[in-house]
């Protein structure tokens, strides 16, 4: 268990000291007592030195294609373009066959209701969202921003 100090001074206002963040009195009770307490001081000096290692501590971003998701060839591009397509196309062509599968079976109107009405909600929940996100997307003001 880690030391603590001996005359029970609240060691978590160290850090507040060496932040600037205490009070005018706050802070003086703090530099009175690590005048009298070498445990706390111990501390108070360990902190500053860990401050001061996180503060110069230089952080390398990579370059910014590196950060980039978009396809980087023309090939590339134009095969997650193709790829969305069929999938959209083939999505619309099961969901429509689905429907009209469902609307021409005359038996059940409760499971009718069931099947449209949960693919409406759905829908509604989908168009909502999207309706959203296209306001959104005109007054964004980080749409520039590519990272």
């Keep these: 268990m880690p030391e603590t100090c001996p005359h029970g001074f609240d060691e978590s206002l160290l850090s507040g000291a060496i932040d600037r963040e ?3 009195s706050t802070a003086q009770k703090v530099r009175i007592h690590l005048e ?6 111990a501390q108070y000096d360990e902190l500053t030195k860990l401050r ?3 503060m110069s501590t230089t952080i390398h971003q990579p370059p910014d294609d590196q950060w980039r ?10 095969g997650r373009t193709m790829g969305w397509l069929l999938a ?8 429509a066959y689905g429907l009209y599968q469902g609307w021409q ?3 059940g109107a409760f499971e009718k209701f069931l099947g449209f009405g949960g693919f409406g ?3 509604l929940l989908f168009a909502s969202v999207a309706l959203d996100r296209w306001r ?8 520039e921003i590519e990272k």
């Design 22 to 24: 205490l009070i005018q």
């Design 36 to 41: 009298d307490c070498a445990h706390c001081r």
């Design 52 to 54: 001061e290692v996180a």
């Design 69 to 78: 998701e978009t396809p980087r060839t023309g090939f590339s591009k134009a």
């Design 88 to 95: 959209t196309l083939w999505l619309l062509i099961i969901t």
């Design 105 to 107: 079976n005359t038996d």
């Design 121 to 123: 909600a759905v829908a």
């Design 136 to 143: 959104t997307a005109k007054t964004d003001p980080y749409r």
